[in-house]
Structure formats: structure tokens, C-alpha cells
């Protein structure tokens, strides 16, 4: 998209509404482009004011001598829709409109922005309700935010794009102090038309960019999000996101229910890990994990060396990794050697964490002991302790430290002990991420690992063709069982072997050819839960089958006023693993797929995994994995391994059933999928479907 | 302890192998007392120097003019066993030893560890390996750490008792800038005499102490750590505690025995919910915890108030509050219609967060906001963001901030946005909780509302007499099934009901007295898992009960290659949730009993819940209600609700067993414990009891 470019490089710019008065917000925005070194052309527009400095200021937007790459619109929202019209008739690329009172502020706002984005017909809006952007890389800031005052902005390889303006400001701030620096820094507002989705795909091929950072309120187009992001991917960029609006889902109340399982975070999660983007937990991990993934450097495996000269941080420090799932080996024998030959004294050399004690941190000491950790087969990185003594005397390990870095081709990181802001800030902008938490250490390490590991995307696979027989089966309202498993067959999903009959005495009949007891079900599109209602019997010897049936008549007649439209006598699988297979649309990011354990685990103990439509294989294969009754399904304590293969197929196959079908699908489950031993597949034991419009 | 308030509060001090040189560790602690003002005498001990400034210095303690109150002794390890033993002649109520080179060096140190206790006699020891202590409400200071170097020490309400010196110099570090203030700091080092329990003891009643934070490593005494933390509770002094050491236990592989799901860290967990310490997650926390307990204001309940003037740090920290469980009500008629008389252009005041914008960032009506806000019966808490316009005008919000925190008897704290060091610092000195992360505040949220609802700590329960058929019972070595039962019934535990019969054919015979399909089992001391070996079998027909035994006792002797003692046919309980109720013996901290859902879920979703022996019915309530599963127990999805009273009955019962047979008992589990309906009890399904010595 030239318009992207054209945004974030102008060769001019008009501020519309620009003030004389440098502390007002309408006066920072020039102030900013000087200060920080913009060297085309500046064009105020404000019919009250001459000029402003240098600057000839013009009356209105039809007096400017040119049409400007891009405009900051600094006006009141009214006048601000009066003006975008203007510059879009001028042939201007792009207008940054800051106002607010917008579609952030109810229908009439809502009724507002649509008349902005008509009034900027072809030209590209970025807000309203922004606060603009700062392309660090070549030094233009298109802004008014506060946070710009203060210092002189830090360069570096992380781009940041915020949905609220103020984040990013908080961001800024607390990224200079620890000594993050960015490449370019955009808030995208209200988006009525770029949206995050656009800058990521421009920051894909910026070249200044290594990390993108995101701060999301929510995505008002997933498809384009995905895209982007795959190209971001593709290009070798790390993407990194922090997710707020985790609470309300949370705290919604559990029901075993499909959709209220899942919930929309937890979509957003599947969307992140489908994605392979890094998820931010923590608000102050949208800072460390771009500092640890900026250096450019993968974690090629979990064996962390920490080094210090003080045992109760370096103590905390491992619990930490430890924690997270990193192991801190002691270091091999040829190592240790090279560790005692530097004769420190007291220093425990042969375990670790290594403290070298405060004997060993004198500079020439220390750059060996770091080069000779580092250079150990056992470790995949070096996590430095820095204590009290790098407050008084920050180079004597801090010099060791960046060389170190420098030379090792391992990820090698600090965490500093005591209060120590400055060197903290120093070490980052040396370019060794360094962390006031040690729960900080342990994200950073994660981080790297995930991009160590996460190289491949696999491509998101194309829509299947709707099968044949399909639409005949999609009648509108509730399936009943019987025909919802139908369509699952059309999908290649198998169910138990299972006969309709009409009354209790065909139900006997066909019972007896089961060679065994037998499962009896009432047929009912007019019950969804059957069993709620005594409609479901398991276990049931042939001869007891027509009076189960004649009884469950009954009590549904009782219960619903009508007459079952038959019966299902179906095969007694003993030998499977019971799951739940079901979907979910998520009212932002479409449709997902749900896997959970059957019978009372999904809700108890939430097991259930989530991932969006449309599933790759591998999707599928975690999505077993991530189970945390997975065990059970792989041998777990003398039972036979399950048929995971056929699951991962069954699971596609639902997918690829929601994608055929589309908007018309409102409900489908399998519940209970039997998971038999391996070879012997897997088989839908119920089923509910519900088709719109019924 | 005396001891222990001479030691905090000398009048006079030995500094033994002082030094001269103000720069080197050994020079340090007279500086220091000096500098914070010690008024008593100094007494400098070293024969190579004449004086150190205006101080006579000593050749020897011999030669002291009188036995000192306390010393710190700096000399190494060999010359300061000597120099106690010197000191403790003299009648020197206590010595710092710093000197490292003991119990933590291996078996030599331990023996010299031993050492110096035995030439202390009865003079008290804080150390050795310690950095020594900061009694900062009274200005002295007996230690030589680095920390202590830099600026004045901020007082305050918290005192610090940390097992690591390191990590004392760190916390006091990080403390300092974040503007908490500490009445004592202590690092008990290798606690070979003072531990972690005598100090809590003594600052339970320490006037200048409101809140005890504890930096631990290991408790070498836990009844006398139990002990003083309930005299400081009892006083109405919090206490937080940072346990390092998780994850070595968190790494470990879980094996479906008591032991390995328990796990040590879960047991001080234990430890702390039953003392009623606030447990601090994270390293961060250690700081937060306390700044917030510090304002000694509990939080009456979970709604909480965010005002702004910035909306996406306002969603942010909702949204943490949120995930905490914390709920964020609009403001009721009156106190909207309050604010709205402030006719504040642009606010939003009808919702939460009440957003006041930049506009409403004005002292005089910012005040009116937070005390309308805190007047509030619709709120325990009021939090506010703070916003990049604080850091330029701090006073602004934070005069109304103060004032509003003086006036109002709820919780008042604040948060802010971007990096603000010098404004947190501020505002926490001026006793306004003030974080810098969202999740800090939710931390500082539900520790207010811990110590809100904690009040009240049950006295840990006497051990009650064994029975009197007890001791018969308690043959070494394993016990089989039917005697384990008897066991149990001695302590008032009821099973299911059973007939213990010696051949297949009593086995049939028994079988028919019970009315209905029976379990039967190998009854065999030989073998602890009957299951494992097929020697278990569920609803069997009367009929078959003969065969099922016979083929039973077959397996039986391929397995074993004995016979067994005999077979068991028992009831069979089908209306009954199956619990584990087990015990563990934790290396540090004794017996713990624990209990878990049956089944596979104990060790696939970690359902299990442990507490420390003795136990009181408190805790055998919050042992059932902590279980994931605790819903099957009360009315899930129609389920009859369980006889939790007679659970919390037999948890209780277990415990008393565990207390009264003592170090006897190496193994009990009951598995399962099945619960019935309510009013129809509990009944042991199996047991295992093992006793030592066999």
C-alpha cells in the first residue's frame, strides 16, 4: 500500500489547526517536527495566525501551494469532517485526525466517523481518536502526544502499534527508560479505515523493523490480521501482542456449553497461536519480550548457565527459569576446569547457578569466566546475575558482559538485583537485554525459545467443496440425532452403529442383532439434551430393550407433550475415551473449533482447547496435545494407546464441515466422540446440529 | 527474648576486627553506625590500629572496658569462633557473626558451625554467613552491606526478615526507590542460634512494626514458626512471606502417590494459608504486598472504583482487577449525579472506570471527583490512574490523592501509566499505595482484601490420646486391607462393609448375605496395588463370586508366587464421589494430610488439596471447598448434594490418626473414600496403612 508509505515518509506535511503556542497539544505537533529533524516541506493552516516560526501559516487548505503527502488534522470533529473533505479534494495521500467524538463515543459519534470516511472518499484516514504516529527510523513524528516531550527518542528494531493512544504513550515512556528503542510508533484509533492489520503488513517490509509490538483493544478484520501477520512471519519478524479485555470472558460463568467454554480470550488465544504471535501476559512483558527478541537471537534449546556473584539472586533467578520450564545444568567437566584454572577463591564452579563470588568480578576474570560458559556445549544461554557491586562499578561487568554478547552467537542476558535503573537502560541499549524481575528473565527466555522453535507457518488451509448429498440434509431448526450423524458422514466422520426404529418392539428386534447389551435413545429434534429428560439408556441387555423404550416414551411424553418421532438403538462402545467436539462462533473472530474431555472434565477442570477455522494438521495435533487429559489418550498408566491419528482426522474433518457449510450451521457437536485404541478409530456416539432459519 | 531486644537496641557495641579504612567491608560498620546516629558506645576491636576517628580502638575483648551489649564480629571464620567464645566470657548478650565458611560450605563448615555455637554457650548468635541487622526506627544499624552505603533510610511500618543477606540488600534497594519505608531489617544467615521465628516473635510485639515481610529459603523450626506467626497475627500484624524453591518441586514428574503430588512447595503453601500468611508470588510482590498492608487499611470487600483521565490505562487496569477477581460497578444515581454537577466537559461518569478526562485534571475539581467517588456506598476501594499529565504536574492529582487517602477510611491507591519512578516514590512516602503494573495493583487489591477477611486464626488443635486398641494394631510392616480398616475405625473412620473369608467357596457364600452384586478382592499384605495385579474385581454377581476368586488367587500366585491370606467381599457403593484422603511426611515441615478426587483426576488436573497435621475443621472445610471438583459435592448438574459434614469428619479423624500414631506410621491412604449422599456418611472403599520398623 503506497498510502502506507506515503504516511509514515511524507516530504510534506499540513497541520490543520496548527496553534503558535508550543505548549498547547494544537502547537506540539509542529514544535515535534522540527525538534525531531523533518526536512520537507511544513505547511500550518490557521486563518487566524501569519506564520508560526519559520513557517508561513495559511488561511485554509485550498490556499496551500501544493497538496501534502499527509495532513495532521488538529481540529474539533465537526470541523475536522470539513477539512478531511478539503484535503481530499486537494489529492492529498493521507490525514491524521485526532478528535475524537467519534464511534468511540455512541451512535451519533458512530453516525460521525461514517461521515468522515465518505468525506475522505479515496484518501486514507488514520483515526479518528489518534494520536498519530512517529516514524523513529527517519526521524518524522506525526504527533501530538505528550510522551515526546521529554527526551530525544531512542532507535531501534521494535515497531510499535497501539489501538489507544494514551498506551502508547505509557509504552514510549517506560521503553526509553529501560532503554528500548523503536523504529516507528503508531496508534491507530478508531481505525475507520488503516487499521493495525495495514501497518502490520507495511512494517513486513520495513526494514528498520525486527520485532512488531501490538497493543489490541480488538481486531475489527482477523482475516487481514492473519495475513499480515503471515507476512510478517514470512519476512522473519517476530510479532508480539498484548490483549487487554481478558476479565469480562473470565469472568463469565461456566456452562457446558460450547461457546461460554470457550469464550472470546480464548479465541483470541487460538488466533495468537495459530498465528505464531508471542502473547504478551503481563502488561510489562509487552516491553520485555520485544527487548529479548530485538537482539535477534533464537533459544536453540532450555539448558540456561545463570551466572553470578551473589547466591540469593542467582537462587531466585533459577527458580524463575525453573518455573518456566528451563533447566540449569552444571557445567561439563572441561568447562569446570577452565572455570578453576582462574583460581578464584570461594567460588563455586561446578554447579549452578556458577558464583563466581565477589573475588570474581573483576573484568579480565569475569570476560573469561563468560567466555568460557558461554562456549559450553551444555548451555543454549547465559543468564548473568548483576548484584550490588555493578551499581558502584557498572563496567567491571558490564564491559565483559557486551563482549560476551558480541562474541557469542547464544542469547546472553542480565538481570540486575538491586534497584538499578541505569543499568539496566545502559546494558539494553548495549544491546544485552537486561531485566529488573527475574520473573522478567524467565519471559524473555520463553520468548526466545518460541522463536527458536515457531519458524514455520503453515499456510491457512483453503475451504473444501461442499459434498454432494450436503444441502438435502441442511433443513432449517434442530437435526435430529440420526440425520445430524448423516451429515457428519458426508464429511467422512464416522458414528456408532446405530438403526431408527419406530416402536419398542422393532426396537427389541434390532437389538438383538447387536450380538450384546445395547445403548436405547429417544428420537427427538425437539430435545437437544435427551438425556436430561430420561431419554438416554446405556447398557441395556436386548431383552430389556422394549421396555426401556416403552418407559422412556413415557417419561418424554410427560415431559414435552408430544410423541418421539422413534427410537436409536446403537452399539455399546466400552473401549473408548470419551471427547467433546463442538463449535463456537466467536462474535470477532468467526468461527472455532472446540476439542474437550467428555463427561464432567470440560467444565470442572476446563479442559478443553480452542482454535479458530480453519485448522491445519498440526493445529489439530496440538490441539490433542494441549489436552490436559492428553495422557489419557496415549498409554497413560497400562490403557491402550487411542487412535490419536484418527482423531487429528475427525477433528479437520469438523472443521472443514463449519468452513463447507458456513453462516447456515448455528450448532454442531459430537458428544460423545469415542476415541478408540489405535487402528481402530474413532466414532461419534451423539450428535447435535442446528441449521439457521428453522 | 531479651537477648533478641538487646540485640535490636544495644547501648553499646564491639566492632571486632574493625578497620580503619572507611572503604573495605571491615571499615563499614562503624561508619554506619555513625551515620545513622548510634548513640551508645563504640567499642573498635584490633590490635594493629591505635583509633578508628574518635573511637579507642582495642587490641583484643579482653580488653574491653566493659562487656558490650552486642558485637559484630568481621574476622574469618576460625578467628571469629574464637572471638565469640572471647565475647561470650566477657557476658556479651549477643554477637553478629558475618564471616561465611560454615553450615553452607559442606560437612567442614557444618563442624565448624557446630563450633562456634558451642563456644557462644548461652550468648546469642545472629548468624554465621549474615550481613547483620538495621533496627531503622531507632537508627542503628549493625551490618555491613552495601545497601546501606547510598542515601538515608526511609522509616516505615514494615520490617524485613530475610534468610538471604543478598536479597535483604536487594529488597531494601528496590524498597528505597519505591518509597516503602522499614522500622527493622534483619538477614538471619545460617541461623545457627536466632532464626527466622525469633524475630517474627519479637517484632509481633514491636510497636513501630505493622507488617512482617519474609524472604525465605527453608524454616529450620516450623512449630516455632507457627507459633510466632500467631502471636503476630494475634497482634494484628500482617505477614507476607517470599518462599524461594519452587520449582525444583514444580519440575518434578507426577507419580499418582501422596508424596509426589503433594510436593514441598505445595506444603508450605499449606503452611502459610493455615498461619494466615499473605504469600507473595512474585519477587515484585515482596515490595507490593507490604506497600499496600503498610497503610493499614483493609479492603471491606471486591468493588472497586477506577477514576482516570486516560482510557486505556483505566482498561488495563480493569481489566487485572478484573482477572483477580475484583468487580468494577458504575457508580450509583447519587454519586453520578454529584460528579456530573462538576460539569466536567467530555467525562464519562456514569460507568466505571469514571473517566474524568484532562478536563477534570484540576485540583479543586479532582478533589471533589475522588470524594464523591470514596463516599460511595456503591465501593470498597477507590484506585486512580495516573496519567502522563502527572509527571507534569504531579500535584495536581496528588493533592486531591492525599487528601482524599486522609479523609476516607477505604482503601485510596494509585497507578501509573508511564514510567514515573519519582512519582510513585512520592506518593508511596506521603502513604498512598502507588504501582507501577496493573497487575502490582490487583496484587495490592487482594492483599488488603486478604487481611479484610482474615482475621481470625483457629489455635492449632492438641493431639488427641491414641485409643486404646490401637497399639495391638501397629505391627511393623505393611498392613492388609481389613486391618488397615480396623485402624481407621479406632479413630472413628467407618468402611464399607465386608467379610474377610479365607476360601472361593466362603467367598460365595458370604457373598449372598449382602442382597446384590459385591466387590471382591485379594486380601494380601504382600501386595499394596491389588489392582495392578487383577486383584480387584467391581459388581460381581453372587454367583460368580466363586469363580472371580479362584481365577483371583491365580493371578495372584503367578504374580507373587504366594498365596494369598484370604479374600475380601464387600458392599458395593454406588452412590457415593470418590475421594483420595492420604498423608505425606515433608522433609521440613511434618506430616501433611491431603486430599484428592479419585479416579485419574488427582494426577491429570492436579485436583488435590493439602494441609499441615494438625488440622482444625476450618481447614478440613477449605480442604473439600479448594477441590476443583468440590461441585460433584454439592449439587452439580443435578447430583444429590454429599455428605461433606461427615467428609470434613473423617478429614479431621485422618489427621488426629496421623497426630496420635506419630512417627509409627510410615504410609496411610484411603482409596477410596467414598462420599454418599447427605446423611448417609463416608465409608473407606480400600486403605493402606504401613507401619515403620517392619
Known amino acids: ?170 509504552v514510549l515512556s517506560r521503553a526509553q527508560a529501560a532503554g528500548l528503542g523503536f523504529s516507528k510508533l503508531i496508534a ?86 495459530q498465528c505464531g504471535v508471542i502473547r504478551a501476559e503481563r502488561y510489562s512483558d509487552l516491553i520485555d519480550i520485544p527487548l529479548a527478541l530485538a537482539a535477534g537471537r533464537a533459544l536453540e534449546g532450555r539448558r540456561i548457565a545463570i551466572v553470578t556473584s551473589t547466591g540469593g539472586a542467582a537462587s531466585l533467578l533459577a527458580d524463575a527459569a525453573g518455573m518456566a520450564g528451563f533447566e540449569t545444568p552444571p557445567p561439563d567437566a572441561a568447562t569446570t576446569a577452565r572455570l578453576k584454572a582462574l583460581a578464584i577463591d570461594g567460588a563455586a564452579l561446578d554447579s549452578n547457578p556458577i558464583d563466581v563470588t565477589l573475588a570474581g568480578v573483576k573484568t579480565e576474570t569475569f570476560r573469561t569466566v563468560l567466555g568460557a560458559v ?63 524481575a527475574p520473573e522478567s528473565v524467565a519471559v524473555a527466555l520463553s520468548a526466545m525459545r518460541r522463536a527458536g522453535e515457531a519458524r514455520e507457518i503453515a499456510p491457512w488451509p483453503a475451504p473444501i467443496a461442499v459434498p454432494k448429498g450436503v444441502n438435502a440434509l441442511l433443513k432449517p431448526g434442530p437435526l435430529n440425532e440420526a440425520e445430524s450423524k448423516r451429515l457428519f458422514a458426508q464429511f467422512g466422520m464416522p458414528s456408532v452403529r446405530e438403526i431408527v426404529v419406530a416402536t419398542p418392539d422393532e426396537a427389541a428386534a434390532a437389538a438383538k442383532t447387536f450380538g450384546g447389551n445395547v445403548v436405547v435413545k429417544i428420537l427427538s429434534r425437539a430435545v437437544l439434551h435427551k438425556s436430561e429428560i430420561g431419554g438416554v439408556a ?12 416403552a418407559a422412556m416414551a413415557a417419561r418424554f411424553a410427560q415431559a414435552t407433550r408430544a410423541q418421539p418421532e422413534g427410537f436409536l438403538v446403537q452399539e455399546l462402545v466400552e473401549d473408548g475415551v470419551e471427547l467433546i467436539l463442538g463449535f463456537h462462533r466467536d462474535d470477532q473472530l468467526g468461527p ?48 491402550p494407546h487411542a487412535d490419536t491419528a484418527a482423531l487429528a482426522g475427525t477433528i479437520l474433518a469438523f472443521a472443514q464441515m463449519i468452513g463447507a457449510i458456513g453462516d447456515r450451521l448455528a450448532e454442531a457437536e459430537i458428544n460423545p466422540l469415542f476415541v478408540r485404541p489405535r487402528g481402530q478409530g474413532v466414532v461419534a456416539g451423539d450428535g447435535v446440529v442446528v441449521v439457521k432459519g428453522g
Open 374 to 436: 558461554a562456549a559450553s556445549p551444555v548451555y543454549d544461554a547465559v543468564a548473568v546475575v548483576l548484584g550490588s557491586s555493578a551499581l558502584r562499578e557498572p563496567e567491571t561487568a558490564g564491559a565483559p558482559l557486551r563482549d560476551c554478547a558480541a562474541r557469542s552467537g547464544k542469547p546472553v542476558i542480565a538481570f540486575a538485583s538491586p534497584d538499578a535503573p541505569a543499568l539496566v537502560r545502559a546494558l539494553n541499549l548495549a544491546g544485552v537485554p537486561t531485566f529488573a
Open 592 to 639: 472455532a473449533i472446540l476439542l474437550g474431555m467428555g463427561g464432567v472434565a470440560a467444565e470442572l477442570y476446563r479442559d478443553t482447547v480452542l482454535r479458530l477455522a480453519p485448522l491445519t494438521r498440526r493445529d489439530a495435533d496440538e490441539m490433542i496435545g494441549e489436552l490436559q487429559s492428553a495422557p489419557l489418550l496415549t498409554g497413560f498408566r497400562g490403557r
Open 1 to 170: 500500500m503506497v498510502a502506507v508509505d506515503t504516511l509514515l515518509k511524507p516530504r510534506s506535511v499540513a497541520i490543520v489547526g496548527a496553534s503558535a503556542d508550543a505548549a498547547k497539544l494544537t502547537g506540539r505537533p509542529l514544535v515535534y517536527l522540527e525538534k525531531y529533524g523533518f526536512t520537507g516541506a511544513i505547511y500550518p493552516v490557521n486563518p487566524r495566525v501569519e506564520a508560526i516560526g519559520k513557517h508561513h501559516c495559511y488561511a485554509d487548505i485550498a490556499a496551500l501551494p501544493k497538496a501534502p503527502d499527509v495532513a495532521i488534522v488538529l481540529l474539533g470533529a465537526e470541523r475536522a469532517i470539513e477539512a478531511v473533505r478539503a484535503l481530499a479534494a486537494r489529492g492529498t495521500a493521507a490525514a491524521i485526525v485526532l478528535a475524537s467524538g467519534f464511534s468511540e463515543s455512541g451512535p451519533e459519534g458512530k453516525a460521525r466517523q461514517d461521515e468522515l470516511k465518505r468525506a475522505a472518499g479515496s484518501m486514507r484516514l488514520l483515526g479518528p481518536n489518534t494520536i498519530g504516529l512517529v516514524n523513529v527510523t527517519d526521524g518524522i513524528v506525526l504527533s501530538a502526544s505528550n510522551a515526546l516531550v521529554a527526551d530525544a527518542l531512542v532507535p531501534g528494531k521494535v515497531a510499535l502499534v497501539s489501538q489507544s493512544g494514551g498506551i502508547l504513550g505509557s
Open 538 to 549: 446405556v447398557n441395556v441387555a436386548p431383552g430389556d430393550v422394549a421396555r426401556t423404550c
Open 188 to 273: 491507530t484509533g478508531n481505525e475507520s479505515d488503516l487499521d493495525v492489520a495495514d501497518f502490520i503488513d507495511h512494517l513486513a517490509g520495513d526494514g528498520a523493523t525486527r520485532v512488531i509490538a501490538l497493543y489490541l483493544e480488538g481486531l475489527r478484520k482477523p482475516d487481514a490480521f492473519k495475513a499480515a501477520v503471515a507476512r510478517a512471519r514470512a519476512a522473519g519478524k517476530a510479532v508480539v501482542a498484548f490483549k487487554v479485555g481478558r476479565s469480562e470472558q473470565g469472568a463469565r460463568s461456566a456452562v457446558l456449553h460450547t461457546g461460554a467454554l470457550a469464550g472470546s480470550d480464548a479465541a483470541y488465544g487460538a488466533l495468537f497461536r
